[in-house]
């Protein structure tokens, strides 16, 4: 292996290339960022002449794009370009070859779960609606283009005449309730649209059992303030009852199950 005295080494630092200059061996010059060093004696041969020249120093990476804190450095393709910092829990998503990186949210699209549980029973007897209590559960969507998934599934016991519906309502804010009318089935005659039936058969004593009617509708409430959801029943005026069987016997063959109402909100870039 060959031995450097680098105490022999010098170099002319000669600052940005002239064309004009006549440069002789290790004269050192700046050329579009990068440094380069003399070969050979030259003039009017640019520094990325192989001939003539030699990379002494590359150029170092142009930041200049970066102006704000959280600011993302990457290359379009042609040039370096600036990604601004994205929301508080996003990350960055790479979108394969030949397409810049984004901004995205976590969770592969649910961004929020929320859920409320009714433990107790009730009864109505209503042709107008009644809220069942305790199933109120709301969000803030993030984004106005979000859509909020709710599912629901309530237990109930009647008489054998039972003829009974679910509906879904909500409320924007400090709005008031309202039926979401496209959480309700076909318009048919004089049928009470709903978004499930609460009904019962004649066979097998009814009146001494629970039932069960579950849902799932995807809402777009297009808004960022709080959206409230809230189960409604009773439009028939029959005697309903929630979370348990219309006898309301307390034995050991007796259920007391739990209704649930709960809503997810879910990134517009998944739907």
Known sequence: ????????????????????????????????????????????????N???????????????????????????????????????????KTQGSGANPTWSDVGGGLLQYKVA?????QSITSTSGVAITDTEVSLTPASAS???????????GGNTNLYESLKLYRKIASGS???????????DGGATRSISPMQMVSAGNP????????????????????????????FNNDNLRINEEENSSNGSYDSRPLTT????????TIL
């Open 50 to 92: 192989a001939t003539y020249w030699n990379l002494f120093v590359l150029k170092g990476t142009d930041t200049s794009v970066l102006t704000t804190q959280g600011d993302v450095l990457y290359h379009t393709g042609s040039a370096l370009a600036r990604l601004p910092a994205g929301t508080s829990g996003q990350f960055l």
């Open 177 to 187: 309730y309202a039926v979401i009318t496209d959480a309700l089935g076909d318009a």
């Open 146 to 156: 979000n859509k909020i998934l709710v599912r629901g599934v309530v237990h109930f």
């Open 261 to 268: 109402i709960s809503i997810s909100e879910l990134s517009s």
């Open 207 to 234: 009146e001494w059992k629970v039932h069960t009617t579950s849902f799932e509708f995807l809402d777009a409430p297009n808004t960022t303030s709080q959206v409230y959801y809230q189960l409604y029943a009773g």
């Open 117 to 121: 549980y009714k433990k107790g029973r």
């Open 1 to 48: 292996m060959a031995t450097i005295d680098v105490g022999k080494l010098t170099f002319n630092h000669k600052g940005d290339y002239s064309s004009s200059t006549a440069y002789v061996l290790n004269d050192v010059v700046y050329y579009n960022g990068s440094a380069y060093i003399a070969k050979q004696a030259t003039t009017n041969n640019v520094p990325t």
